[in-house]
T-cell receptor, first 114, second 117 residues
Framework: GDSVTQMEGPVTLSEEAFLTINCTYT??????LFWYVQYPGEGLQLLLK?????DKGSNKGFEATYRKETTSFHLEKGSVQVSDSAVYFC?????????????FGGGTRVLVKP | DARVTQTPRHKVTEMGQEVTMRCQPI?????VFWYRQTMMQGLELLAY????????DSGMPKDRFSAEMPDATLATLKIQPSEPRDSAVYFC???????????????FGSGTRLTVV
C-alpha cells in the first residue's frame, strides 16, 4: 500500500541554520505530494505541494522538489527562524485511491532556538 | 479566507458521558475527513465522507464512535460512552468539489481538544 516515511525528530537547530527534513514515499503511479505544517495549538496548514516529477513547491522560504527517481520530497529552508518551530508532515495523494484520502508521514518536530 | 470551523475548541468531560464534536466544512467542498491526533499514535484517519455518504470508517472504534453528515454544512463525530483513552485532538478537514481536484490537498480545522477524566 501507499506509505510516507519521514525522519524522526525532534530536530533542534539555531536560528539562521539550514533545515532539511527527509521524506520518501511508496505509491503506485504518480501521486501528488504535500508538506503540511502544524504550529503549536493549531491544525495542519498546507505549506507547499508538487503534482508531478521535477516540480518544485515553495512557500515562506521553504522548498521541496518532487524526485520520482528517488521517490523523495525533501523539505528545505536556507535560514530558519524561531517562528518556524512546528511539526512538519509529509503527505501524498495517490491518483487512484478511493476517495483520494491523503497518506501522512509520522511528522517531524522542529525546534529553532534563538 | 475560507476555513473549516470546528466546535467546541476544548471539551473536558467525565468518563461515560456522551461527547459530540461538530465541523462546518468549506462551502463547496464535497469530501470531509475526521482525524485524531495523539502523542503516541500520531495522526489517525477515523472516517471520511464524499457528498455526505460515508466512504470509509474503518479507523473508528465502532462500538462507541459514530460519524454523520446531516447536511452539507455540518459533520458530527460522536463518542458514547467516552473513555479516558479517547483524550486527543480531533481534526476535521475538507476538500474537493465540483471543478476542483485533490492536487490542492485539504483544509484542516483548528481541532477539538478532548479530555476525558
Amino acid at each position: 500500500g501507499d506509505s510516507v516515511t519521514q525522519m524522526e525528530g525532534p530536530v533542534t537547530l539555531s536560528e539562521e541554520a539550514f533545515l532539511t527534513i527527509n521524506c520518501t514515499y511508496t505509491a503506485t503511479g504518480y501521486p501528488s505530494l504535500f508538506w503540511y505544517v502544524q504550529y503549536p495549538g493549531e491544525g495542519l496548514q498546507l505549506l507547499l505541494k508538487a503534482t508531478k516529477a521535477d516540480d518544485k513547491g515553495s512557500n515562506k522560504g521553504f522548498e521541496a522538489t518532487y524526485r520520482k527517481e528517488t521517490t523523495s520530497f525533501h523539505l528545505e529552508k536556507g535560514s530558519v527562524q524561531v517562528s518556524d518551530s512546528a511539526v512538519y508532515f509529509c503527505a501524498l495523494n495517490p491518483i487512484k485511491a478511493a476517495g483520494n484520502k491523503l497518506t501522512f508521514g509520522g511528522g517531524t518536530r522542529v525546534l529553532v532556538k534563538p | 479566507d475560507a476555513r473549516v470551523t470546528q466546535t467546541p475548541r476544548h471539551k473536558v468531560t467525565e468518563m461515560g458521558q456522551e461527547v459530540t464534536m461538530r465541523c462546518q466544512p468549506i462551502l463547496g467542498h464535497n469530501t470531509v475527513f475526521w482525524y485524531r491526533q495523539t502523542m503516541m499514535q500520531g495522526l489517525e484517519l477515523l472516517a471520511y465522507f464524499r457528498n455526505r455518504a460515508p466512504l470509509d470508517d474503518s479507523g473508528m472504534p465502532k462500538d462507541r464512535f459514530s460519524a454523520e453528515m446531516p447536511d452539507a454544512t455540518l459533520a458530527t463525530l460522536k463518542i458514547q460512552p467516552s473513555e479516558p483513552r479517547d483524550s486527543a485532538v480531533y481534526f476535521c478537514a475538507s476538500g474537493g468539489g465540483t471543478g476542483s481536484d485533490f492536487s490542492y490537498g485539504y483544509t484542516f480545522g483548528s481541532g477539538t481538544r478532548l479530555t476525558v477524566v
